[in-house]
């Protein structure tokens, strides 16, 4: 319902009301409104503060890292610094970990699963760190991808989801979990659903049409 609707609503009801009795009705709903109006406020503020929380867990040598990692990355791969993230998840000991990684709407076309692991393609994948070769295919984990959309639900259409596609002209994506093992046939990758949750599927990993995407990520250690 648009607001012109609603309005045509809001007067219907207005007019089945005693007409003594419809200014306090009145006053009641703009009073509602403004709670409704408050809490949204609130719950952006909330958002907000914690993406500027993660960072805030990070240790000053963490920080600098990933700034570091951001800055090669966007320049290895001809992307945008601004869609880059550090995304938190835990290990199984229930410890932190923070991964820095491509968060934008659609990930990077790379090819198929089998491209992107031949031997003679592993250079298009490492960037250099304080002079450290860094693999940038270690780091996009099934828990990192969550996090991810996570991160991603304040937008109004997730990261490789139908949605998107609708909106932006790219196909509906999905994204290898390159910093997992593939098996003989299949490797695995995730995707979010017309529903919003992330389903973690397998494909051929020789299959690499427009819909298969690279999301570099590496773990901040």
């Known amino acids: 319902m648009d607001a012109k609707e609603g309005l045509v609503v809001f007067e219907a009801v207005l007019n089945q009301i005693p007409r003594e009795q419809r200014g306090e009705f009145a006053s009641g709903i703009n009073g509602l409104l403004t709670e409704i109006g408050a809490a949204a406020l609130d719950g952006a503020n909330e958002v907000g503060e914690a993406s500027v929380d993660v960072m805030s867990l990070l240790t000053p040598e963490q920080q600098e890292k990933a700034s570091k990692l951001t800055s090669a990355m966007a320049e290895k791969f001809g992307v945008d610094q601004k869609d880059f993230s550090v995304l938190t998840t835990e290990t199984e000991t229930g410890e932190q970990k923070f991964t820095?990684?491509?968060?934008?709407?659609?990930?990077?076309?790379?090819?198929?699963?089998?491209?992107?692991?031949?031997?003679?393609?592993?250079?298009?994948?490492?960037?250099?760190?304080?002079?450290?070769?860094?693999?940038?295919?270690?780091g996009m984990t099934l828990d990192a991808y969550k996090a991810m959309i996570d991160k991603a639900r304040t937008t109004e259409a997730l990261p490789d989801s139908p949605q998107l596609a609708g909106e932006n002209g790219q196909p509906w994506t999905w994204t290898l979990r390159t910093g997992e093992e593939a098996d003989g046939f299949y490797a695995p990758s995730a995707f979010a659903n017309s529903d919003g949750y992330v389903d973690a599927n397998w494909n051929g990993r020789d299959r690499g049409d427009d819909g298969v995407r690279f999301r570099p990520a590496v773990v901040l250690e």
């Open 100 to 138: 820095v990684a491509y968060t934008a709407g659609n990930g990077i076309h790379k090819g198929s699963w089998n491209n992107i692991f031949n031997k003679k393609n592993a250079q298009d994948f490492m960037i250099e760190i304080d002079g450290k070769k860094v693999d940038t295919r270690t």
